[in-house]
């Protein structure tokens, strides 16, 4: 019978609450890559980190959700403006872009009379050959992050795990490129058909050129996904010099900050209320390597290029979105973390779930503004002295978790760093250097113990402690 006049007859009877279709359920898509698990950014279910850190389940890019609507499309093209890229390795093959007219013409002939004789899989502007073969491991790296072929029971998954990668190399072995060779990059991407350009590479020179290049490959509707930096700088301060080309003021850029496993602002990381847009895992991340491997790196260059893969894959899932809707749709749908409140201009991290939903994620649950405050002071001497090793502890009977508020943190260098630990002793979270302010990470339970550890070297400020927030 028909199923709509079966429910209206089911519904007449008062012994009926409910009566439904019984419609099929899909599971959250995940690949089958065999190192999948080693993934925190695409999927954090609180596994730890090198230094035995527990992640905070749920902090990553939401990217389960975002494959059940789309896996990418091999129709979207991923400029890597780098060091090249190892197009051979068998995680990365299947996803490099192919020049086909220069594929399919003749040895040492400008097939497609583009200015460059040879140019199958990009091109290498550092040593001015058509070849971009990866010698350094930077760019590859970022390949595997963007689009490592996902779901062929391999190795690692990228954001996509189908899209044309297209290797554009810039640097020596040692990352080190001109500013021309920059710029040169980015104007092949755009004559090639690439619809976002990752560059994880930066300098304090605000060149106008550059600022130029990127601003006519925004007219051309190109998308320009920049790292923020790794010096802890605040790159809206007039005090310090900003990170370029991450800081241009320009509608077709999206600067990219990092977080841990935990949701907070990387130690190393640059921010900016207003420069920099959003945040991305950037800390230990595990992607594919140089000689067909894998290996774990840090910084805003890992960051940047999950911005670039969930942007590729709301392009997949929506193909007639423009460069700054996709920038202004990844901004929108950031999910909010406690720990980037004033940071960056979203609040929050690249959320691929929420941006092929266009939808508003909800409020960070772990964010201690909405818990219960207890005012405390806690200071180190201003200095702190050499060779310390002081501690504190703070309990709240009865709290289920706990976070203290820094109200200022400076620190010299890694060397000196504080720790803070659970009644356990476990190691809940380690910090170090300038850019430390506001919540702590959260601590499950009703103690935490802070410790400063300082070596024989030059001293900083120190810390304040003001509040402790909880939960009960």
Partial sequence: ENPQNVIRELLSFPEVEFAERNTMIELFQSPNDDQYLTQWGLHNSGQPNEWGIQGLSGVDINAETAWNLSTGSKNVIVAIIDSG?????????????????????????????????????????????????????????????????????????????????????????????????????????????????????????????????IREAGEKNVLFIAAAGNNSRDNDSKITKPVYPASFNLPSIISVASIDQKGGLSNFSCFGAERVHLAAPGENIWSTWIDGSYKKQSGTSMAAP????????????????????????????????????????????????????NQTPPLDPNDPDFWNFQDIKISTNHPYRESEKTFWEINIPGAKALSVYFDKFALANEFDFVDIHDRSGRLISRLYGKS?????????????????????????????ITKVAFKN
Avoid at 436 to 461: L, M, P, R
């Fill in 85 to 213: 890229m190892n197009y051979n390795h068998p995680d990365l093959k299947e996803n490099a872009w192919v020049n086909i007219a220069e594929l399919n013409g003749k040895p040492n002939v400008d097939d497609d009379s583009n200015g460059f004789v040879d140019d199958i899989y990009g091109y290498d502007f550092f040593n001015n050959k058509a070849d971009p073969l990866d010698d350094n491991g930077h760019g590859t790296h970022i390949a595997g992050i963007i689009g490592a072929n996902g779901n062929n029971k391999y190795g690692v998954s990228g954001v996509n795990w189908n899209v044309k990668i297209m290797p554009i190399k810039f640097t020596n072995n040692k990352i080190q490129g001109s500013l021309e060779g920059a710029i040169q990059g980015i104007q092949y991407a755009v004559k090639m058909g690439a619809h976002i350009i990752n560059a994880s590479w930066g300098s304090e020179n605000a060149s106008e050129i550059l600022s130029s290049a």
């Fill in 306 to 357: 999950f911005v670039a893969g969930v942007a590729a894959l709301l392009l997949s899932h929506e193909p007639n979105l423009t460069a700054i809707e996709l920038k202004e749709r990844l901004i929108k749908t950031a999910a909010p973390l406690k720990n980037l409140k004033g940071k960056v201009l979203s609040q929050g991290r690249v959320d691929a779930g929420f941006a092929l939903l």
């Fill in 436 to 464: 430390v302010h506001g919540w702590s990470q959260i601590t499950v339970g009703d103690y935490a113990k802070i410790t400063i550890t300082s070596d024989q070297a030059v001293e900083d400020y120190g810390f304040d």
